[in-house]
């Protein structure tokens, strides 16, 4: 009696969100989500936002909004990404339910069955989904520590017609690295030789704690290759849903009237908080208490994995965002191990959730240093040292 | 160097959303939107639970949530559709981003390029355009005063292998009418027969100001063939976009999972003040409130167009709802007349909108009557007396 698409068969539940929902009610210590730290929430602003958008204009908080975002808030999206270096002549900025929703209305816009997409391996699990559920086919590109591997992905360009590569080139999820400005550069000049677009996947481009800014791909992208999702769930809320994309017009366009059918709008409320966030005189010292909190917390974590870890466990040092990663350069099956240490206490996330292919046993983990106590990471990570 | 899915390259934005914003700014009476009186909105009762979830619990107020919607508010909807007579025994419930978003959600599904999906002639142009948006073969059939026209509904589940009806039996958008229990259970029959699945959607179910209870087909429902979209728009508010579906458990499942790349999950502030409006002493007595004064507007509008309007210009008259059809028999286009309309200051939305073909004359519009006031109700029918 129910026969399902062929997009969505074969599609599994994130594995992530699986584990999350294993250490639900658990009291665990765990780096295995992807939220900010409960402290940096600016609560008390949200509040006063909202009861001031209920007092004084709650048509404008309640009914219908229009499809491509509360104007006030575009304005300011459009000043923010202007100052980002990004040009608006030919482009255009949306609000979305999201940072995820930016991935899945390009897809739905551009994507037929059997295109092809390139991805990082490792890659965030919600933008392969993304891919696997239009059908494309998923080819994945290995990440070095500066970012994509350029010979590994000129070699996928030349055998395949590339419609789209989905990046995170800041902040890496799940690698918490950072793409070097040269490889930003040589990947536009490859979009321009093999004809492909770009999305750039960027969460986390607020929350560095050290090292040089390195500029967006889409402030370098003079030819309209790049679709850029911005989000405000690790600055300021994930709960309240808001991101953006900063697109080309043509594909905007399009990305508009698929959201229209997707979700006709974006939650009012949660996008005229997001609008007062970007002018609230308190944002550049909330954001540089994030990165602080959290430049400390990876140091940390950095020195407890260095102590309490064997030492062919190795780690990246990234310069921000929210997530670490370790390889284990010795045969340990990391998906196997989970359980045992989810038995002590504490949970990761195994590297092969991030891949492509996950039946592969995978020697990886990816840590999350925003949320736990510092108490915690250092009993977490000692734990850890038990477990492996 | 932009080249679009086929499945979106030719939707168009919606037609009502257009005249929408021709309408914005402008001194108009309009009867062309379909959103809830302001009147009605409980803005005190969503401040204050707001304030008190913030308050409270800010970190499941403002971090991430689950997919298939917050704990409270999914119990709280099992019990409300329980005592509507759906049975949990094979169903389940999930929040969804808005009504809109379980159309979505359930085309993308179960719908492969090519499935046939039946509609009703006039129908919601956005339950329309999500299956042109997964190339499905929409084809219509003509709703009549009690429902779909079940002769031609035959004749077409003899033509095609029909995948899914997508269907609005109760205060129908935009007829404003009621589907009969006979018909409700005469379809399911034939979805027995022919081996089909269901989508009925009602936004508008609760909105009853006059006649008798109809059963909802999902509780009729003893096959699992019905995906039952329920919404907080019209009773709640549309700009906190929470809507929710009862359906089969298999058909849920594969639904949670397109929901977590679409959107991840809905606002957490949305589903916290929907949970306790399900729960709020002032419930019934507040549906109540919107049941009166639609009906009143309703009754109100109906007479005015008795008056004012020619009397070939015949219209529904709705049990519940927000929306009243009218047909004008003369050769008249009422896509045409808008402009002349809106130079009057009245808007309304003509009746191509809802069609599948939109290129054809259309002789018949939609008005809301929640929204306008009772004196703009019988200011805008005479200024449409002067424009027919």
Same mark, same amino acid.
């Given at each position: 009696?129910?026969?399902?698409?062929?997009?969505?068969?074969?599609?599994?539940?994130?594995?992530?969100?699986?584990?999350?929902?294993?250490?639900?009610?658990?009291? @665990?210590?765990?780096?295995?989500?992807?939220?900010?730290?409960?402290?940096? @929430?600016?609560?008390?602003?949200?509040?006063?936002?909202?009861?001031?958008?209920?007092?004084?204009?709650?048509? *404008?908080?309640? !009914?219908?909004?229009?499809?491509?975002?509360?104007?006030?808030?575009?304005?300011?999206? !459009?000043?923010? /990404?202007?100052?980002?270096?990004?040009?608006?002549?030919?482009?255009?900025?949306?609000?979305?339910?999201?940072?995820?929703?930016?991935?899945?209305? /390009?897809?739905?816009?551009?994507?037929?069955?059997?295109?092809?997409?390139?991805?990082?391996?490792?890659?965030?699990?919600?933008?392969?989904?993304?891919?696997?559920?239009?059908?494309?086919?998923?080819?994945?590109?290995? @990440?070095? !520590?500066?970012?994509?591997?350029?010979?590994? *992905?000129?070699?996928?360009?030349?055998?395949?017609?590339?419609?789209? *590569?989905?990046?995170?080139?800041?902040?890496?999820? +799940?690698?918490?690295?950072?793409?070097?400005?040269?490889?930003?550069?040589?990947?536009?000049?490859?979009?321009?030789?093999?004809?492909?677009?770009?999305?750039?996947?960027?969460?986390?481009?607020?929350?560095?704690?050290?090292?040089?800014?390195?500029?967006?791909?889409?402030?370098?992208?003079?030819?309209? =290759?790049?679709?850029?999702?911005?989000?405000?769930?690790?600055?300021?809320? +994930?709960?309240? =849903?808001?991101?953006?994309? /900063?697109?080309?017009? +043509?594909?905007?366009?399009?990305?508009?009237?698929?959201?229209?059918?997707?979700?006709?709008?974006?939650?009012? *409320?949660? !996008?005229?908080?997001?609008?007062?966030?970007?002018?609230?005189?308190?944002?550049?010292?909330?954001?540089?208490?994030?990165?602080?909190?959290?430049?400390?917390?990876? =140091?940390?974590?950095?020195?407890?994995?260095?102590?309490?870890? +064997?030492?062919?466990?190795?780690?990246?040092?990234?310069?921000?965002?929210?997530?670490?990663?370790?390889?284990?350069?010795?045969?340990?099956?990391?998906?196997?191990?989970?359980?045992?240490?989810?038995? @002590?206490?504490?949970?990761?996330?195994?590297?092969?959730?991030?891949?492509?292919?996950?039946?592969?046993?995978?020697?990886?983990? =990816?840590?999350?240093?925003?949320?736990?106590?510092?108490?915690?990471?250092?009993?977490?990570?000692?734990?850890?040292?038990?477990?492996?």
């Amino acid at each position: 009696m129910y026969t399902f698409s062929t997009k969505i068969k074969d599609l599994e539940g994130s594995a992530i969100r699986a584990v999350l929902k294993m250490a639900q009610g658990k009291d @665990l210590i765990t780096f295995a989500g992807g939220l900010p730290a409960l402290e940096t @929430l600016p609560v008390d602003f949200i509040n006063k936002t909202i009861d001031k958008a209920l007092t004084e204009n709650p048509g *404008l908080a309640l !009914q219908y909004g229009v499809t491509d975002g509360y104007g006030v808030l575009v304005e300011r999206l !459009q000043e923010k /990404v202007k100052k980002m270096g990004m040009s608006l002549k030919d482009n255009g900025v949306m609000v979305t339910s999201g940072g995820q929703q930016v991935i899945d209305l /390009v897809a739905r816009s551009i994507l037929n069955e059997g295109d092809v997409v390139l991805c990082e391996l490792p890659t965030f699990i919600g933008g392969l989904n993304v891919f696997k559920s239009y059908n494309a086919k998923v080819i994945g590109v290995p @990440l070095e !520590q500066d970012g994509i591997d350029l010979e590994a *992905l000129e070699k996928q360009l030349k055998e395949n017609k590339v419609k789209l *590569l989905y990046t995170i080139p800041t902040f890496h999820n +799940p690698m918490g690295t950072t793409m070097s400005e040269l490889k930003r550069k040589a990947i536009l000049a490859l979009a321009h030789k093999y004809d492909f677009l770009i999305i750039e996947d960027n969460p986390y481009g607020e929350l560095r704690f050290q090292g040089e800014d390195v500029p967006t791909m889409k402030s370098l992208d003079a030819e309209g =290759r790049v679709i850029y999702a911005g989000s405000f769930s690790k600055i300021l809320s +994930p709960g309240l =849903r808001v991101g953006f994309a /900063v697109a080309p017009k +043509p594909v905007l366009e399009k990305m508009v009237v698929a959201k229209q059918v997707i979700d006709v709008h974006t939650t009012m *409320l949660s !996008q005229i908080v997001a609008a007062e966030f970007l002018a609230w005189d308190g944002y550049d010292s909330h954001i540089k208490n994030c990165c602080d909190l959290y430049g400390k917390k990876a =140091r940390l974590m950095s020195e407890c994995i260095d102590k309490f870890l +064997p030492e062919y466990i190795t780690h990246t040092n990234p310069d921000g965002g929210i997530f670490m990663w370790c390889d284990i350069n010795k045969d340990v099956d990391t998906k196997e191990l989970l359980a045992k240490a989810v038995d @002590l206490k504490v949970a990761y996330i195994p590297g092969y959730t991030f891949m492509i292919d996950t039946d592969k046993p995978c020697n990886s983990f =990816r840590l999350n240093y925003s949320m736990p106590t510092e108490e915690d990471i250092i009993e977490g990570i000692k734990i850890l040292g038990e477990v492996f």
